[in-house]
């Protein structure tokens, strides 16, 4: 049998690296990774993505695999018509461009349904400026809801810009970015 105090002392460093532990034995155990895919086209908050940036590199040792580097969001797809909706700021802002065609993905850190659901990404285009409004509500009112945060992400598909320089930005920690379409 392992010494528990070590099996702690393990579970709590893969802990701090994002890794989950198990109720026996406390051996931390390799998240599911899905690979990374292209933006897709769609509405605001669709695509086929699943995951940020590429696959992040992994350390293997006595307790298994776990990966190291950015977090990845899951995808999330809007659902109007939560209650109490508020504007949340995003933490990345990515740009695809395919052409004319502009895809943007954004990131952000928020809580759990049924606590915090994403309603809605507005757009609001001035000129060359697009200001990109992440929206989350609750299912319900009235529920515990546990202090837990996660990763989310959406695609928002900008569709075809006349060619130009656009400056992209969605407020929260995420600097604005600038999108060359030819």
Request: net charge neutral; charged share 15%; hydrophobic share 40%.
């Given at each position: ?7 702690l ?10 890794a989950?532990c ?161």
């Open positions: 049998m392992q010494n528990p105090v070590r099996a002392a393990l579970c709590l460093l893969v802990a701090v690296a994002g989950a198990t109720a026996s034995g406390g051996l931390p155990v390799p998240p599911t990774v899905a690979p990374s895919g292209g933006a897709g086209g769609g509405s605001a908050g669709s695509g086929g993505d699943q995951g940020v940036g590429t696959d992040p590199p992994v350390i293997t040792g006595p307790g298994g695999a776990a990966p190291i580097g950015p977090p990845r969001a899951t995808i999330v797809t809007p659902r109007p018509g939560r209650l109490d909706v508020r504007p949340v700021g995003a933490a990345t802002i990515e740009a695809s461009v395919a052409g004319r065609r502009v895809a943007v993905r954004l990131t952000w850190w928020s809580g759990v349904a049924p606590c915090s659901v994403l309603d809605s990404i507005d757009v609001v285009r001035t000129g060359s400026a697009i200001v990109l409004t992440i929206r989350e509500g609750a299912d319900q009112r009235g529920v515990a809801c546990i202090d837990l945060a996660m990763l989310k992400g959406a695609i928002v598909d900008l569709g075809e810009l006349a060619p130009g320089t656009y400056t992209i930005s969605a407020g929260g920690d995420a600097p604005p970015i600038q999108v060359v379409v030819d």
